[in-house]
């Protein structure tokens, strides 16, 4: 079965309201264009993202097009409110601060409930770098990607929540730094990069012996992850095959072993390279892009999690028309197919190979599949006047 994109489209495509234009901020800084001191409406909008592209675990992301947005109310006079206040004026529970509503695929939450939510502590985690949230933000939170299923949702609300800061409280943040303040969060840089920056990005956080970072004045600076845009052509999308069922990403993380053999260390070193390169190429060698996806590091490990992922993997371009490759996309449980053409067949096989396998409850492991494209623009912030609130 494939999934209905088309309400999520029209939720993400919130450029304008009525008669009112939205002004998109430029791409340097993610701070606001318009006067700072000013009632402001900000829409925030980042990607979903798949982690871990084939041999890349912790590695390789790719921004797919399904979309968080987040639109905020920002009272006039927030940025002086907000530098007025710093990170200790932050109690356990801050829910009582903000007038928010989050409304996702679970329903609406509001007031601490609300407030635990990762945008809202993305926001103030990110703006405590600098000075802190103002009082009396209002924000509405819709999501199309799925949580738990492997697309990155944790990480597209915490680099939302680091752009809504940028624009909220005046902060000269790029892109860049918004990932940094998302991976901060993750504890990994993939997602994030690919959900700050769009496209397909190698990513790796700070070394962990490194010096300590602070900002000169005793508070933590974001980490310096490093981040590097690679090549995909354009007439690759992604076909992901998405179980029914969400699998938890600590659980995920605590199937890896704790030290890996140096034969599966340098089999994904040498994939990775090959990959990227294959990749690179205008009409990409799917036998080559298939070779490459394979992984030893993080897959095999957690294939007991995803009952039918190993006939997943097992679709082998030289019998499917179109496919490059597939691999699990993040913790799982969704699996993503990169390809050039045949996407519905593709997904139609992904369907059939999850559910002639068996769940923990002897039934057939249901899915659907998405075809995507590749989101090649990354977090996007617009203002809008606040009578669009």
């Given at each position: ?125 990110a703006a405590a770098a600098g000075t802190a949230l103002p009082r009396g933000l209002r924000l509405r939170v819709r999501s199309a990607v799925p949580r738990g299923r492997g697309l990155g949702s944790s990480g597209a609300a915490a680099v939302a929540g680091a752009a809504l800061a940028a624009a909220a409280c005046a902060?000269?943040?790029?892109r860049a730094a918004a990932a940094a303040a998302a991976a901060a969060l993750e504890g990994h840089a993939d997602n994030a990069a690919a959900s700050a920056l769009g496209g397909f990005i190698a990513a790796a ?185």
């Open positions: 079965m494939q999934l209905d994109t088309e309400s999520e489209q029209a939720a993400g495509a919130v450029h304008s309201t009525g008669t009112a234009r939205a002004v998109r901020i430029g791409e340097g800084c993610l701070g606001p264009r318009a006067a700072a001191d000013a009632a402001r409406v900000v829409v925030v909008r980042a990607p979903g993202s798949s982690a871990n592209v084939g041999p890349g675990f912790d590695t390789l992301g790719l921004a797919v097009a399904l979309h968080l947005e987040v639109t905020a109310l920002v009272p006039a006079g927030a940025a002086a409110q907000a530098a007025s206040r710093t990170a200790a004026d932050f109690g356990a529970d801050f829910g009582a601060d903000f007038d928010i509503e989050v409304a996702d695929e679970r329903g609406t939450a509001r007031g601490a409930e609300a407030a635990r939510n990762l945008v809202v502590v993305a926001a103030a985690r902060l000269p943040l790029s956080m700070p070394d962990a012996d490194g010096p300590d970072r602070h900002d000169g004045r005793g508070r933590h600076a974001l980490p310096a992850i490093t981040a590097a845009p690679l090549r995909l052509p354009p007439a690759v999308r992604i076909v992901a095959a998405v179980p029914r069922f969400e699998l938890a990403t600590h659980v995920a993380r605590a199937a890896l072993p704790t030290a890996y053999a140096r034969a599966d260390a340098v089999f994904n070193v040498q994939r990775i390279a090959l990959l990227i390169a294959a990749l690179a190429q205008d009409s990409p060698d799917p036998a080559s892009v298939a070779s490459a996806m394979r992984d030893r590091l993080h897959q095999p490990h957690r294939a007991h999690l995803v009952p039918g992922l190993a006939d997943v993997l097992a679709l082998d371009p030289a019998n499917v028309p179109g496919l490059l490759g597939v691999c699990l996309s993040g913790a799982g449980p969704t699996a993503v197919a990169l390809a050039t053409h045949n996407f519905d067949d593709i997904g139609t096989r992904m369907v059939a190979a999850f559910r002639a396998a068996k769940g923990p409850d002897g039934l057939p492991v249901e899915a659907d599949y998405l075809v995507l494209d590749v989101d090649r623009e990354g977090v996007v912030v617009d203002e809008l006047p606040p009578e669009c609130f």
